[in-house]
């Protein structure tokens, strides 16, 4: 435990998990639980034995006690018992999650580089008949129009495959994040600017209250702009006209939070451990790939913390990334 | 420290002011005109922080984005913009920049966001040379 390893660095995390599922925790904190349940009843059972041989019932009265006790016990075993197996599922399901992520990274990944190159030559064959079609209209006076609209949603929906591949590839990208001391409340202020027209479209108020005395955070900055913006994008798409959408950061000691909430129509329970998963979308097709929280799942992993959800159908979405203020700079 | 900037603008103005006043601080700035240009000085010569107007006439600013990261995956991208559009911002950040900076940017920012984009690189550098 004291030696200084990487996992040390993360409190809260799979360590944690880990000691209680494994239930080396659990056991020393009922130790005395345990020895008891081993001592008691032979103690009280030689007590009940010499109140037999005095007045039955006192005999009774102190067998009723024993029972008492050994039931209470039981019962205090058994929640332990159960809590530690609560713990040794939930980090079962998210070493799967961390596992299904990587997966659909590295297959995505291997795709995305393999449909590049035929649609970088299907753009640039696109572009090509496109000149040509100009030569052929100079030459024959005659109207292509309906042609040149063809190549130009051709092109345009070319472009569309193309986002989504540089979605694939930098979604696989591995990051070791950078280390720099990074002014939250102006990263946060930059990123909300990017949001703010699209906003006041519609209507909505995007506020940033954060704390004047907030700590600088040693972390990555361009990776923790984009799981900010990422957030903000969502709250945006999930408000209607009129709707509120606020940051807010707060730092003790260790963490630091930095919590994005939206008032727009929140997430059901059952879509709730889903929106994580890559390509999960309730968008209209072109509108969301589903990649965006998977990734901001990710990179905050990455950086050392995790990030939370809360949500009420109707009434709105928190999301809170919770970083850790002390990292070692990985060697 | 020294900064190697390439200043990436089609707007002949904005390229010189900002050339000024880079230089009044004693960092040496190149510039180019469009995309393909910077892609060509950038084939020449390793730069720390590139700074690339999104709009321009020509290749469009991602896509200059995405050849730069392909190219020099240790050079920094600070994107600047006139319009604020949320998608290619998004897109931006995704594809790797630094940062994304609305004009009329304030010198003084651009400047701080240069210098931590430039320790960004420098870290980068050295803990690669460490393998
Ligand atoms: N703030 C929110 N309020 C309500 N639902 C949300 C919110 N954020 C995310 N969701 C739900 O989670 C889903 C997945 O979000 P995610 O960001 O991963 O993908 P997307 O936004 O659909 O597409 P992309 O981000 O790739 O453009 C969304 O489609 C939406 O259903
Ligand atoms: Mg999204």
Redesign the pocket.
């Known amino acids: 435990m004291s030696a200084p390893n990487p996992g040390d660095s993360r409190p809260g995390g799979a360590r944690e998990l880990l000691s209680r599922a494994t239930g080396a925790r659990v056991w020393r904190e009922h130790r005395l639980v345990l020895w008891l349940h081993f001592l008691v009843p032979p103690v009280l059972a030689i007590l009940v034995e010499a109140a037999t041989l005095a007045s039955p019932g006192h005999a009774t009265l102190l067998a009723v006690a024993v029972f008492l006790l050994a039931a209470c016990s039981a019962r205090g075993l058994m929640t332990s018992l159960s809590a530690a197996e609560e713990a040794r599922n939930a980090l079962n399901a998210q070493l799967i999650q961390s596992q299904k992520l990587a997966a659909v990274g590295e297959l995505s990944a291997g795709i995305a580089h393999e449909i590049n190159n035929p649609i970088a030559i299907i753009a640039q064959e696109t572009e090509w008949a496109t000149h040509l079609l100009t030569e052929a209209e100079k030459a024959t006076g005659g109207d292509f129009s309906e042609v040149r609209d063809s190549l130009r949603e051709i092109r345009s929906q070319v472009d569309r495959c193309k986002n989504i591949t540089h979605?694939l590839l930098d979604f696989a990208r591995k990051r070791e994040p950078v280390l720099q001391d990074v002014d939250v409340t102006r990263l946060v202020d930059d990123m909300a600017r990017l949001v703010d027209k699209e906003a006041s479209y519609k209507d909505v108020t995007l506020s940033r209250s954060l704390p004047e005395d907030l700590p600088k955070l040693r972390t990555d900055a361009p990776l923790l702009r984009q799981v900010v913006l990422?957030l903000m994008?969502?709250?945006l798409?999930?408000v209607g006209k009129g709707g509120m959408i606020s940051v807010t950061a707060q730092a003790d000691e260790e963490f630091m939070e930095i919590r994005v909430t939206?008032n727009?129509?929140?997430?059901p329970p059952e879509?709730l451990d889903k929106?994580f998963n890559p390509f999960?979308?309730?968008?209209p097709p072109g509108q969301?790939?589903?990649?965006?929280?998977?990734l901001c799942h990710n990179l905050v992993q990455g950086m050392g913390g995790n990030i939370l959800v809360e949500?009420q159908v109707g009434r709105g979405?928190t999301?809170t990334v919770r970083l850790p203020r002390r990292l070692s700079q990985p060697a | 420290m020294d900064i190697n900037i390439l200043l990436v603008d089609d707007e002949a103005d904005f390229v010189e002011t900002m050339t000024k006043r880079f230089r009044i601080r004693k960092l040496p700035v190149t510039s180019a005109g469009s995309g393909a240009e910077a892609l060509k000085l950038l084939d020449q010569q390793d730069f720390d922080v590139v700074i690339l107007d999104v709009r321009m006439p020509g290749m469009d600013g991602l896509e200059v984005l995405r050849q730069i990261r392909a190219k020099r995956p240790l050079t920094e991208v600070i994107m600047l913009t006139g319009h604020a559009s949320l998608d290619a911002g998004m897109q931006g950040m995704n594809l790797g920049a630094y940062d994304y900076v609305l004009k009329p940017a304030d010198f003084d920012e651009l400047l701080d966001k240069v210098r931590r984009a430039a320790e960004r690189k420098a870290l980068n550098v050295s803990a690669q040379s460490r393998g």
């Open positions: 979605k990422n994008t969502n709250a798409h999930a939206d727009g129509h929140g997430i879509n929106i999960f979308t309730t968008k969301g790939t589903g990649l965006g929280l998977s949500s979405t999301f």
